[in-house]
């Protein structure tokens, strides 16, 4: 299993990046690895920091500069595989930290696999089940509830069962 990275990364846009006849046939599918950032002090590691010529580049200022570098950069050109390429890139959140899968293709060409979205789904997903679990709490607390409670020694249906973590996931394919 290969290590993951903190990133920045783009699409490949051949108009920008460049694809010559030695570039990976479907190197626009893919994302492009801009650098690689040490997870705790957010500095580039292409840099060695031990230099005096070289002043530490962090993550913040390359952010800044690719976005900065999308916002100024008219593209009238389309993406050869990406219909909706200006939308995506248009976004305010289009250059962000990624957490993902480096792959050196035989081409010299470094591509991203990203990871850092499952870690959106997972979030989303508590989101909504750490809601359910309050509402589900909060009927519990009804008189009805608790006196069925007593009774019977088990809830009403309607405040039985409380979601959790097993599961979670289950309805994503």
């Known amino acids: 299993m290969k290590k993951c990275h903190l990133i920045l990364c783009e699409i490949h846009y051949p108009f920008i990046h460049g694809k010559t006849i030695s570039s990976d046939p479907n190197i626009e599918t893919h994302y492009l690895v801009f650098d690689k950032y040490n997870p705790y002090t957010y500095l580039s590691y292409s840099v060695d920091?031990?230099?005096s010529d070289y002043d530490a580049i962090d993550m913040n200022t390359d952010i800044e500069?690719?976005?900065?570098?999308?916002?100024m950069e008219g593209f009238e050109f389309g993406h050869p595989t990406i219909r909706?390429?200006?939308?995506i890139i248009t976004r305010q959140n289009y250059i962000k930290p990624e957490i993902a899968q480096c792959i050196l293709l035989p081409t010299q060409e470094e591509i991203a696999i990203l990871k850092t979205f499952w870690l959106r789904i997972i979030q989303r997903t508590w989101k909504k089940i750490v809601a359910e679990r309050q509402q589900i709490m909060l009927r519990r607390m009804y008189p009805d509830?608790?006196?069925f409670r007593r009774v019977y020694g088990?809830?009403?249906?309607y405040c039985?069962?409380?979601p959790g973590l097993n599961g979670m996931l289950s309805n994503i394919v």
Do not use: G, I, Q, V
């Not at 909706?84 to 939308?87: A, H, K, L, Q, S």
């Not at 088990?154 to 249906?157: A, Q, R, V």
């Open 154 to 157: 088990k809830w009403p249906e």
């Open 65 to 71: 500069y690719l976005s900065d570098y999308y916002r």
């Open 145 to 147: 509830a608790l006196h």
């Open 160 to 162: 039985n069962y409380l």
């Open 84 to 87: 909706n390429y200006t939308n």
């Open 49 to 51: 920091n031990d230099d």
